[in-house]
């Protein structure tokens, strides 16, 4: 999502085309109003009840949700916004340390919860997955995952914005509090699936792949290496830790567009199981 790159006037229905973006299929269009996009794909307009009802907090607020119907939603464009995936690395140490302070207080403000996921859910989860396989190894793969949670299975449930990587996390020269963006319904509803998604970015470099940066993007690990690394958050000693971050990769497989990814994301399971 992100930044408009074109900046002439349009009319309302144009569709807006943005310098960054992911694998969603969303399209974004101007609204009828100034100041208002419009973003369109089946089922969105989940992400957009999920914008709406975010709770604002110290570390993070949302463009505010205008309208949800069926199949889109429509929210207040943020002019000038720039992804973490840029931002992180360009600013200065003390705004580093600011980010990392906000991320760190933002999940564990999450996980104050002390109920835990279901492990039949999990399992359930699994499933759906392996019905998108493609492959006979990749099948094999996911059995192995769900091997994890055999034993012990202690999950916290909570929330979790879903999809909380550095291209979802904006920022802009206004405010101290960056915007969150692109909600999805997790498949796993805990603060820990939160956590896998930044080790997605600093194991995968996710957002330097979707939004092709630079070296300048690898500046931004050490910030979210500490993030991921907190014992506070991640217990690489608990099954149910290592089954979300395994089933996180586990998921990407059926979207892979090439062997380079698909080798990749089995390296990384194989070194969780």
């Not at 802009?172 to 998604?197: C, E, G, H, N």
């Not at 217990?235 to 971050?245: G, L, Y």
Request: glycine share 6%; aromatic share 10%.
């Amino acid at each position: 999502m992100h930044q408009e790159r074109n900046k002439e006037e349009r009319v309302p229905g144009d569709v807006l085309t943005f310098e960054e973006g992911g694998y969603s299929g969303a399209q974004f269009t101007k609204g009828l109003v100034a100041g208002i996009v419009r973003k369109t794909a089946p089922g969105i307009e989940a992400s957009g009840r999920m914008q709406q009802e975010f709770s604002q907090n110290d570390y993070f607020q949302t463009p505010n949700v205008k309208s949800i119907g069926e199949g889109f939603f429509e929210m207040e464009h943020i002019e000038g916004a720039v992804s973490a995936a840029r931002f992180v690395p360009n600013c200065l140490p003390r705004m580093q340390e600011s980010v990392y302070t906000g991320y760190c207080n933002f999940i564990l403000s999450n996980c104050a919860n002390q109920q835990y996921f279901p492990k039949r859910l999990f399992f359930k989860k699994i499933l759906q997955i392996i019905a998108k396989l493609k492959t006979v190894e990749d099948v094999r793969l996911s059995e192995r995952v769900a091997y994890l949670i055999n034993g012990d299975f202690k999950l916290v449930n909570g929330y979790c914005h879903g999809d909380f990587t550095l291209c979802n996390i904006l920022y802009t020269k206004k405010i101290d509090r960056p915007y969150l963006i692109d909600f999805t319904p997790a498949y796993v509803q805990s603060p820990i699936m939160d956590v896998v998604k930044l080790m997605q970015e600093y194991k995968l470099g996710w957002s330097g792949r979707v939004m092709k940066l630079g070296e300048e993007y690898k500046r931004s690990m050490e910030v979210l290496k500490r993030v991921v690394e907190a014992s506070i958050f991640f217990d690489i000693n608990n099954p149910a830790h290592i089954a979300v971050e395994a089933l996180n990769l586990l998921r990407i497989l059926p979207y892979s567009k090439s062997k380079d990814m698909t080798k990749l994301l089995h390296t990384e399971i194989n070194k969780l199981l």
